[in-house]
């Protein structure tokens, strides 16, 4: 979050950062009032404490001097002194209870050379990898959904069936081709550093608090046990919607060192996203999907070191993509589409060439983002408490948080699937991901089975 020191000393800063989010400045103009009533309050109450320490210092001497009525009357001015002083302060209580809410419902500034735009579209587009040499497509190409049913190898109706619409079933060689690419993901990032944690997949109210994920986004996540529009406690339980939540929460009120950092960890997790609101061509198949597997990259750093990490960042999430062979572009979000809590975002979008989509490619098919790298800067540190000594005789500091996805995997299978096909209908498998297949080079589906199965015919 915010500090309520620099909301206070910046809001224009922070009224130009609403603008550039596209955002209306009501909450902020609500958040300084209630913090010129709080301070107003404050200042109220420490003249009554200093009146009633004035008054009370004297009761013992007026005793002393035989002056009986007198003292009776500091003490009767002491506690309604006291009793107002104690009115006072229960409203300001409910007054700072108020503003650390809104503080918490106030999003980061975005970096001063952030662009502007409303969505997307406005993004701008920093590079493009692997349009050079593109491998020879079928000339009738089908997009993955199609040919993942005809493989067999993707079972949206049963997944539907088993669980509901956004829910899958991968079978055969698509489920070890997930295999592999997490564990493929995980290698490399290994090489590039990251030291693993498997953190659990439920997740506290608090540290979604702590994340950003809530209050805004509560509609967006799976809550255990209880309906999403019911109050939650800071210890009632959500299931993961990324590793960032359960990672960055790991050192909560915690004082990291100097020597500590950089820490770079990463982490996969099965995710959960209930995607509220999305739906349409851009959702079928597996480009928007309730649960999803996914390899994250956690970074805490100190402060002047994280513009450099974020660019070293995207550059580590970029090596999967170079490895596969799969095009892709870095874009560099607006001010419109920047998430919450970040100061500044890059997008990696993979290019799946079978779907003409809006703001696609002008060879045709469409993005899909894979992976967005953010720079949060201590907007997360300050929600959660986590600080850094510069020096251990120094005073503690916010240090600076970052994550990306390194990758999403759903989004990967859709570029393989449809990059990777052939005019036979069945998929080639990178090279590089060919030994956590056991040598496998080609995916040729399966036959179905059941009664639903019968008149489909033999694969050719």
């Not at 506290?204 to 799976?222: C, H, R, V």
């Not at 919450?340 to 490619?361: K, L």
């Amino acid at each position: 979050m915010l500090s309520r020191q620099f909301v206070r000393e910046n809001p224009e800063v922070v009224r130009e950062g609403l603008k550039l989010r596209g955002e209306d400045d009501t909450q902020l103009t609500e958040l300084l009032e209630i913090d010129e009533q709080w301070r107003e309050l404050k200042s109220r109450g420490d003249d009554l404490r200093h009146e009633r320490n004035k008054v009370s210092s004297t009761i013992g001497e007026l005793k002393q001097e035989g002056k009986d009525e007198e003292a009776q009357e500091a003490i009767e001015r002491s506690q309604e002194l006291k009793d107002e002083l104690q009115d006072i302060e229960d409203e300001a209580a409910e007054l700072k209870e108020e503003l650390d809410q809104r503080l918490l419902e106030l999003p980061n500034v975005p970096q001063d050379d952030i662009p502007e735009g409303e969505d997307e579209s406005d993004n701008e587009e920093v590079r493009r990898h692997g349009f050079d040499d593109v491998r020879e497509l079928p000339d009738d190409m089908a997009p993955h959904y199609d040919i993942g049913e005809e493989l067999d190898i993707l079972d949206f109706d049963r997944g539907a069936k088993v669980t509901g619409g956004g829910f899958y079933f991968l079978k055969g060689e698509a489920a070890r081709l997930e295999h592999a690419l997490i564990q493929f993901m995980r290698d490399i990032h290994r090489e590039q550093g990251y030291s693993e944690v498997f953190p659990p997949i439920p997740v506290s109210s608090e540290s979604m608090t702590g994340t950003s994920q809530l209050p805004k986004f509560s509609e967006d996540a799976y809550r255990i046990g209880n309906r999403n529009e019911e109050e939650y406690d800071d210890d009632d339980l959500w299931l993961c919607p990324t590793a960032e939540v359960p990672v960055t929460n790991m050192y909560r009120d915690e004082i990291m060192l100097s020597d500590d950092l950089p820490i770079k960890h990463q982490a996969y997790t099965p995710n959960f996203r209930r995607e509220a609101g999305e739906h349409g061509t851009e959702t079928r198949g597996l480009a928007r999907v309730h649960q999803f597997n996914k390899v994250e990259l956690v970074n805490f750093v100190e402060p002047e070191d994280s513009d450099d990490r974020l660019d070293e960042l995207v550059v580590e999430a970029e090596e999967v993509l170079k490895r596969l062979g799969l095009p892709y572009r870095v874009v560099l979000l607006c001010g419109g589409d920047l998430t919450f809590a970040s100061a500044r975002t890059y997008d990696i979008e993979v290019w799946a060439p079978a779907d003409d989509m809006d703001h696609g490619p002008d060879r045709g098919g469409r993005w899909l983002e894979v992976s967005s790298a953010s720079n949060f800067e201590e907007f997360q540190a300050r929600r959660i408490g986590l600080r850094y000594r510069p020096e251990r005789h120094e005073s503690a500091e916010y240090l600076h948080t970052l994550n990306a996805s390194g990758l999403a995997l759903p989004r990967v299978m859709v570029a393989l699937l449809e990059y990777y096909q052939n005019e036979d209908g069945t998929v080639d498998i990178p090279e590089p991901l060919q030994p956590y297949m056991g040598g496998q080079e080609v995916i040729e589906g399966q036959e179905p089975v059941g009664e639903a199965a019968v008149g489909a015919g033999e694969k050719e």
